[in-house]
C-alpha cells in the first residue's frame, strides 16, 4: 500500500491525497459554472436609491451565504476523517466562492448601470476585476466609476483581507487542532490498551 507522508496529515494512502486534489477541482469547477449560466438581471432601475438599495442587499445576501458556506465546511473539518485533507476541500470552495459573489455583484451593477464601471462587464471581465483586486494587482484597466462602485470595491478589499489573514488560519487552525486531538486520544487509547 503506497502512502504518502504531509506535514499535519500523517501517512495517507494516495488514493486519498487524489480524491482530495479531484474533490478540489470539482467544487471550484462546479461553482464557476454555475457562476457563469447564472443569469444576470437586465432589469435597470429609474432611481438611484433603489438601485443602491439592490446593490446592498445582494452584498448582505451574498456575505451572509458565504458565512453559512464556511460554517458548514469548518464542520466538515471536525468530521473528516483526515481534517487537513478536508481542509484542502474547504479551501477550494470558500475561497472560490467569496471571489465569485463579488464577481456576481460587480456584474450586476455593471449591467443595470453601464456607467458603473470603466466599461460593460461579462462574467469573465467581472471575475478578472475580482481576482485583480483579490490579488491586490489592480491593473487598472477597469476602474470602478461611481461612489457605490467604489465602496463595494472598498468593502472586497478588506473582506479579501479578512478572508487571507482570518479565514484561512482559521479552516487549518480547525484542521490541525482537530488533527491533534484525534492523535492525542489515539495515543491516549494505545497507551490504556498496553497496560
Not at 466538515?76 to 487537513?84: L, S, Y
Request: net charge neutral; charged share 15%; hydrophobic share 55%.
Amino acid at each position: 500500500m503506497a502512502t504518502s507522508s504531509v506535514l499535519g496529515i500523517g501517512d495517507v494512502e494516495r488514493r486519498e491525497l487524489l480524491g482530495t486534489g479531484l474533490r478540489a477541482v470539482l467544487s471550484t469547477t462546479a461553482l464557476l459554472v454555475v457562476y457563469f449560466l447564472w443569469p444576470i438581471s437586465g432589469r435597470h432601475a429609474s432611481h438611484s436609491l433603489v438601485r443602491d438599495v439592490a446593490v446592498m442587499g445582494r452584498l448582505g445576501v451574498a456575505l451572509a451565504v458565504f458565512v453559512s458556506v464556511l460554517m458548514l465546511e469548518i464542520r466538515g473539518i471536525t468530521r473528516a476523517k483526515h481534517p487537513m485533507l478536508r481542509a484542502t476541500v474547504a479551501m477550494a470552495v470558500v475561497v472560490p466562492l467569496f471571489l465569485i459573489f463579488f464577481a456576481w455583484i460587480y456584474l450586476n451593477m455593471s449591467n443595470t448601470e453601464p456607467h458603473t464601471f470603466a466599461g460593460p462587464m461579462t462574467h469573465m471581465t467581472a471575475l478578472y476585476f475580482t481576482v485583480t483586486v483579490f490579488s491586490t494587482v489592480g491593473f487598472g484597466d477597469i476602474t470602478p466609476h461611481t461612489d457605490l462602485a467604489r465602496l463595494i470595491t472598498t468593502v472586497q478589499m478588506i473582506a479579501d483581507l479578512a478572508v487571507i489573514a482570518v479565514v484561512v488560519r482559521l479552516i487549518f487552525g480547525v484542521a490541525g487542532r482537530t488533527a491533534d486531538e484525534r492523535s492525542s486520544a489515539q495515543d491516549g487509547d494505545d497507551a490504556s490498551m498496553a497496560t
